[in-house]
């Protein structure tokens, strides 16, 4: 199962992979109009876990993780009072995107050291090295 | 409220299985590094919403909504994100009216299996299912 909808051509960027373009073949979309209905994944909340795999199985979402456990992560911030299900499915699919993305940048640091096995140590790289991931500073200590 | 600690953690098998995806084949992760970016994931979601959620509180809105999201997106630095999201966006939007649609089709259909005299539950019973699709949940209850 793709892992995202479409192509997912895992060709790195010319460089030593210090910037996070991936190449990826999605077709432009107008930018979608938010719906007048705002609700929360609700319906999600309470169903079976097939029914989750269900949702997270359609070929066309290609969405791996559950809305739920995003929601679930989303309201530890006390600022967050509603958000809509299309904030929380992009948050989710922003979030495996950004797995990938780390997975693919750390994965240049294991390949420059010569090793098949990607360490904590070549995440940690990047996150030295990269700057939109400054933010995970400090974050992973413990 | 107190969460458990998994409570904030993405499942580690879904982690390492976008892992694997983005990976050529042979490569091998550590249990070190794919902790690493479990947590990096969560972080992320976090990092997210506070920045999603000033934007809507910006503009004076108490709900988060996809726009909101996608401008933090690119307010992040993850902006080659944004066409992807987008289409996948419209994938969602377009599952979630179909099972609406199918859900909506399989509660009339019981209330026709319903005897006649019975007319008075099924409609009480529509009305809550209907309920049901328009709630918008307080996120933080």
């Given at each position: 199962m793709e892992s995202l909808e479409g192509d997912n051509s895992h060709s790195s960027s010319s460089d030593a992979g210090m910037d996070l373009d991936?190449?990826?073949?999605?077709?432009?979309?107008?930018?979608?109009?938010?719906?007048?209905?705002?609700?929360?994944?609700?319906?999600?909340?309470?169903?079976?876990?097939e029914d989750v795999a269900e949702v997270n199985d359609e070929s066309n979402l290609g969405l791996k993780f559950p809305l739920a456990r995003v929601k679930k992560i989303m309201k530890a911030d006390p600022d967050l009072h509603l958000a809509s299900q299309d904030a929380v499915f992009l948050i989710a699919k922003a979030t495996e995107l950004f797995v990938e993305v780390v997975a693919e940048s750390a994965h240049h640091h294991t390949m420059k050291a010569n090793r098949k096995t990607i360490s904590g140590r070549d995440v940690m790289s990047c996150i030295e090295l990269i700057d939109a991931l400054a933010f995970l500073d400090g974050a992973l200590n413990d | 409220m107190a969460e458990r600690p998994e409570d904030l953690n993405l499942p580690n098998s879904i982690v390492m299985r976008l892992i694997k995806d983005?990976?050529?084949?042979?490569?091998?992760?550590?249990?070190?590094?794919?902790?690493?970016?479990?947590?990096?994931?969560?972080?992320?979601?976090l990092y997210a919403t506070s920045t999603a959620n000033a934007l809507a509180q910006a503009n004076k809105k108490k709900t988060l909504t996809g726009q909101d999201v996608l401008d933090a997106i690119k307010e992040m630095d993850f902006e080659q994100f944004v066409e992807p999201l987008t289409e996948c966006l419209e994938a969602f939007k377009r599952s979630q009216q179909s099972k609406k649609e199918l859900k909506e089709a399989k509660a009339k259909a019981k209330k026709q299996e319903r005897s006649p005299a019975k007319k008075g539950a099924p409609a009480e019973e529509q009305a809550a299912e209907e309920e049901l699709g328009e709630d918008v949940v307080d996120v933080q209850e």
């Open positions: 991936t190449a990826r073949d999605a077709e432009a979309t107008e930018a979608a109009e938010e719906r007048e209905s705002l609700d929360v994944a609700l319906e999600q909340e309470p169903i079976a876990d | 983005s990976l050529p084949p042979g490569v091998l992760v550590s249990k070190e590094a794919r902790s690493a970016i479990a947590r990096a994931a969560s972080v992320f979601v």
